[in-house]
């Protein structure tokens, strides 16, 4: 066991936990942050994403001892009140079906247009193609990224 105090969400909060132990985990079991979601647990889903000093990281396997002094970001605190714009863009496009996978798509998306605001179709592709959803709701993701990156 080690302690560690994590920034997350603009708080530092502080864990005793085992080294080796993924932040999805902590997110989930430690801090009761519920909303990244454990997919695969093996880095193939995008389900677990999380936003690492602004780059989209899964945090299924991100070890809690990787974090040192880096800002996380969760779905929890990507905005106050959830009008990010890609959130915004989400509601208007209704993208959701289960919803399972959609906390980390619009991880994803919010990282790609932070850094390409005006992303080309295959940017979009390239950047969510990591990120895989059982409902087949790619095109509305796809339509909804396009719509946000006329807000951000
Ligand atoms: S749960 Fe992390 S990528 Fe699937
Ligand atoms: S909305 Fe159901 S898995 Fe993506």
Redesign the pocket.
Known sequence: MATYNLKINGQTKQVDVDPATPM?WVLREHLNMPGT?????????????IHVNGSAV????LPVSAIGTSEITTIEGLSEKGDHPVQKAWIELDVPQCGYCQA?QIMTAAALLRTNPNPTDAQIEAAMNGNLCRCGTYLRIKAAIKSAAKQV
């Open positions: 999805l979601k454990y997919g695969c647990g093996v880095a193939m889903c995008g389900a677990c994403t899964r945090s299924c396997q980390g």
